[in-house]
């Protein structure tokens, strides 16, 4: 249906519009077609509205034509530009309704969007390890803490050195993505050291240099501005209780073990 429009506009540009009849004098007639008859050009003027006729030697056809095929490019290409725009819209939003409107992490592997399961992460201290539930704040006590996630690997694979994710959020809160530091059967998601007098954390974790999107509202599409490595990473949401004594994550990890080739 497109290439049926592009052509009736270039069509339109050669044959329908008003253009302009160029004389050899350097003057012109504003014509909406023009026929040579012999040793003659008739032609119906815009400007008078019928058909008038002169000496074909007194008009100028190649810079008439020149001009007019200069015109139907442009139409073309804005037309095509047109098309390529329209085209660009119809695939957002596609791909906005692709992913599901709850709250969450998901990845489009080119035949259907998959859900990245929250995972249950760990908060291990000096003194003591205390699971955390999911987006329960971890308290920050004096010292140095980790936060793990159990297992070496994730269950959820990408074999793309540069995925893309999708997050669906609930309010709008800072994202990224991190790779995992595998050790002694868990992934660590960052450490965090405890100033005792502050009470202030000093997070460190290995935060990827990403690009991000924004879709729709609450609705962002994630992925590495470099290739990846093969290892462990995760999408990591960083949710602000506002309290300063507090750390509150929401945590999707992932492997990237790239296929053979």
Known sequence: MRVVILLLLVAAALCGDTFKLYLKDGGYHLVREYQVQGDRVKFYSTERGDWEEMPLDLVDLSKTEEARKVRADETSREARAEDEEEKAERELRHEIEAIPVERGAYYN????????AVADYQVVTDKRRKAIQVLSPVPLVPGKASVVIKGEHSNFVVTEDRPSFYLRLAKEERFGIIRLEPKKQTRIVENISIIP?????????????TFDQQLAEGLYRVWPEKPLTPGEYALVEFSDTGDKDDIELLIWDFSYRPTAK
């Open 109 to 116: 592997d080119g035949q259907k969007v998959k859900g990245l």
């Open 197 to 209: 007098v502050a009470k202030q954390a000093e997070e460190q974790r290995k935060q990827m240099d």
